[in-house]
């Protein structure tokens, strides 16, 4: 699987659910954050220093593992 990183926030986590795990064991605010819906994957990674290349890994491995809600 590969995940796009201009998708955004909101459109990631309506398609997999499990996703939102990375969000927060890394304590990023972008799940239910208003802007979801506009900010990007590297939106998101650009505002909270971290590369897109590990954001987007922990991200699949989240929706791999099934973890979350």
Do not use: N
Not at 12 to 34: Q, S
């Amino acid at each position: 699987m590969k995940l796009d990183p201009k998708i955004t926030i909101g459109e990631l986590l309506e398609r997999y659910p499990h996703a939102v795990d990375a969000f927060i064991k890394r304590k990023m605010l972008c799940v239910g954050c208003p802007t979801e819906a506009y900010h990007m994957l590297e939106d998101s990674a650009h505002i909270y220093g971290c590369s897109v290349d590990a954001l987007r890994d922990a991200i699949l491995e989240a929706i791999q593992s099934g973890e979350g809600p």
